[in-house]
Nanobody
């Protein structure tokens, strides 16, 4: 199983980026997917999660109203649309997929598969 994240880059404050994470090796159509991030010197933190159908989403307070998570089960892909980016959003962003079905979690321990990370840098 492999998760491949892409879409990171350098953007000015107030700008937007869209991250994508494609899965291969198994389908996750009945499993939750999430995005986490880790800034230098800090622990990995929850950003957003989406349940298997896309009908339920969870967001960290710090990104609520600015970020949107979505998924396309036909493409086995999850997205993170990031708008109104701030310098404090600078981090390596990781996608994750749950090996279980019909659950959703904001915890790193709730996910079994992880992508390699994509760097997002927001300049002021």
């Amino acid at each position: 199983v492999q998760l491949q994240a892409s879409g990171g880059g350098l953007v000015q404050a107030g700008g937007s980026l869209r991250l994508s994470c494609s899965a291969s090796g198994r389908t996750f159509s009945r499993s939750a997917k999430g995005w986490f991030r880790q800034a230098p010197g800090k622990e990995r933190e929850f950003v957003a999660a989406i349940n298997w159908s896309g009908g339920s989403t969870l967001y960290a307070d710090s990104v609520k109203g600015r970020f949107t998570i979505s998924r396309d089960n036909a493409k086995n892909t999850v997205y993170l649309q990031m708008n109104s980016l701030k310098p404090e959003d600078t981090a390596v962003y990781y996608c994750a997929a749950d090996g279980k079905v019909y659950t959703i979690s904001t915890m790193t321990t709730g996910y079994d598969y992880w992508g390699q990370g994509t760097l997002v840098t927001v300049s002021s």
